[in-house]
């Protein structure tokens, strides 16, 4: 199973772009990374998906590279409300017996 | 359309005492999941039903129980709490569209055992 190692925190102004990493070295063939996003007192809320390349949706932009060891979360103009911890997930997808494990997340504090 | 609701909210146990956690999802998902979250920390894979029928142990199995009632439930069962289980309870179902897993996930269940 593909672990993930993420910063534990990280800090930024209101209206600069974030990027986070995540490595996952023994990501497996057929997994997808995903990133979610959780809030106090809240369960975690998926952001985005992707196999390799990058993937852009309205809320963030995911960025693969080639060896898919690793993968960057980047959240364009962040405000005060994307305060929160951000998981990466990469997913064991074998036929029946799914398991995705969550790793420890990055803490981001958006400043004002 | 709800998504996955979880009940109770919240919960306070004895030492000792069971209770069960349920989880219902109205997605059709075939998928379900329950991971428990310490403060602080990140969440920990407890049990998992990839479909009806079957259930798997995850990362933190120790002193749980789960039923998968049928496509749409999925309980979590504690037989004899115990402190260290004090935590926020967290279920989740699963589609996979265009693309690999995606986690819905409830509002969660705080537990605390005295």
């Known amino acids: 199973l593909a672990k993930t190692t993420q910063p534990i925190s990280m800090d930024s102004y209101e209206g600069q772009e974030v990027n986070i990493t995540c490595s996952h070295n023994?990501?497996?063939?057929?997994?997808?990374i995903t990133w979610y996003q959780q809030f106090p007192s809240q369960g975690p809320r998926f952001i985005i998906q992707?196999?390799?390349t990058k993937v852009t949706n309205e809320v963030a932009s995911l960025f693969i590279p080639a060896d898919r060891k690793s993968s960057t979360l980047s959240l364009p103009r962040v405000s005060l409300s994307d305060t929160a911890v951000y998981y990466c997930?990469?997913?064991?997808?074998?036929?029946?017996?799914?398991?995705?494990?969550f790793g420890t997340g990055t803490r981001l504090t958006v400043i004002p | 359309n709800a998504g996955v609701t979880q009940t109770p909210k919240f919960q306070v146990l004895k030492t000792g005492q069971s209770m069960t956690l349920q989880c219902a999802q109205d997605?059709?998902?075939?998928?379900m999941y329950w991971y428990r979250q310490d403060p602080g920390m990140g969440l920990r894979l407890i049990y998992y039903?990839?479909?009806?029928?079957?259930?798997d142990k995850g990362e933190v199995p120790n002193g749980y129980n789960v039923s998968r009632l049928n496509k749409r439930e999925f309980s979590l069962r504690l037989e004899s709490a115990a402190p260290s289980q004090t935590s926020v309870y967290f279920c989740?179902?699963?589609?996979?569209?265009?693309?690999?897993?995606?986690?819905?996930f409830g509002s969660g269940t705080q537990l605390s055992v005295l």
């Open positions: 989740a179902s699963t589609v996979r569209d265009r693309g690999g897993e995606k986690l819905f």
């Open positions: 023994n990501i497996a063939t057929n997994d997808y």
């Open positions: 992707g196999y390799k």
């Open positions: 997930l990469v997913g064991a997808d074998r036929s029946g017996a799914n398991n995705l494990f």
């Open positions: 997605m059709n998902h075939n998928s």
């Open positions: 039903s990839a479909s009806e029928g079957t259930t």
